[in-house]
């Protein structure tokens, strides 16, 4: 695994989780959670920074967003 800022895992399993939300709160929550848990094991063993995490979250939440309201423009 390479260390990269941000970090392009946690951008997936967050927005996943993120994406999750807008349709099923507790599943979304449950998502969350797990994304969390992978991405302080991430930092734990070295392989990220909690800034690449924080920008890969970063980075999900504006993608979500974006995606989401070209969504309500398209139906």
């Not at 390479?2 to 399993?13: C, D, H, K, R, V």
Request: glycine share 8%; aromatic share 14%.
């Amino acid at each position: 695994a390479e260390p990269s800022f941000p970090s392009g895992s946690t951008a997936i399993l967050f927005s996943i989780a993120f994406s999750a939300y807008l349709f099923d709160k507790k599943m979304g929550v449950i998502l969350m959670i797990a994304a969390l848990i992978f991405t302080f094991a991430r930092i734990y063993v070295g392989v990220h920074y909690p800034s690449d995490i924080l920008g890969g979250i970063g980075v999900a939440a504006i993608a979500v967003y974006l995606v989401s309201r070209v969504k309500k423009r398209i139906v």
